[in-house]
């Protein structure tokens, strides 16, 4: 068996990940920024040529670049930001190949995604966001597409799934506002300054969708969330059905 544990932000899903782990042992754990054969989250998927480049460019990183490297055809998926500079161009220059955010075509993308799911075949394994939250996020913030549009997409997801042993935990947040508040507080730096809100508010101020309907407050943000969540309660119960258990988050016995 797999398990892909979904849900918003703070919702526990990391904890979630922790206690599976603690029950199966002998699991492996992927999570946000970890070389997926599933998911590209965090990650750059760089053919050849920009590869050298990279490693020309940076080479006092050229050995963190290529211990976090994995070669997948004509290309080269890097784990970069598992990989330790304080220039944070590499880190900028590096984002620039993810496949998330309508950096590439939405045929392109879902190509890359469904050849992903269909290539998969190890077992035992315990994803975090691997399914919903990049994917959603990049679906409804930067191709503003429909419900009804993401649905289909997530038709084609199952049948790319077709055959593979799976469950779906999915983290339901019951007070979305408070959640985000408590977020604010434990995601912070040694002085106290906040890390993530800042961070997460100006990555949805400034997509698409946010600038088209001039959402730029903490409020749209919340509803944001309430629409993600919901679209996601509603994928796992018509496209996924009964290989999906949803879970209050902080109040279930797993």
């Not at 749209?220 to 209050?248: M, S, V, W």
Request: charged share 30%; glycine share 4%; with cysteine.
């Amino acid at each position: 068996m797999n398990y892909f544990v979904e849900g918003l932000p703070g919702s526990g899903k990391s904890t979630l990940v922790r206690k599976i782990l603690e029950k199966h042992p002998d699991y492996n754990a992927v999570m946000e920024g970890d070389y997926s054969p599933v998911e590209l989250a965090w990650c750059a998927r760089m053919p050849e040529a920009s590869y050298a480049q990279v490693l020309e460019k940076w080479k006092d990183l050229q050995d963190q670049i290529i211990a976090k490297a994995h070669k997948e055809g004509e290309y080269w998926i890097v784990c970069y930001t598992q990989i330790m500079s304080e220039d944070r161009a590499f880190y900028r220059e590096m984002e620039q190949f993810e496949i998330y955010n309508g950096r590439i075509s939405f045929e392109d993308y879902r190509d890359i995604v469904l050849t992903r799911y269909r290539n998969w075949r190890s077992d035992g394994n315990i994803f975090e966001c691997s399914l919903f939250q990049n994917a959603v996020e990049d679906l409804i913030l930067f191709r503003d597409m429909s419900d009804d549009e993401i649905l289909n997409f997530y038709l084609a997801v199952r049948d790319a799934l077709e055959g593979k042993e799976f469950e779906i935990y999915y983290v339901e947040t019951t007070d979305i506002s408070e959640n985000l508040n408590a977020i604010r507080k434990e995601r912070v730096d040694h002085e106290g300054n906040e890390l993530w809100f800042p961070m997460m508010m100006e990555f949805f101020i400034n997509a698409p969708y946010a600038k088209k309907r001039s959402l730029r407050n903490i409020e749209d943000l919340i509803a944001h969330f309430e629409h993600r969540q919901a679209l996601e309660k509603r994928t796992c119960r018509e496209i996924f059905g009964n290989k999906t258990t949803i879970l209050r988050s902080k109040m279930y016995d797993l």
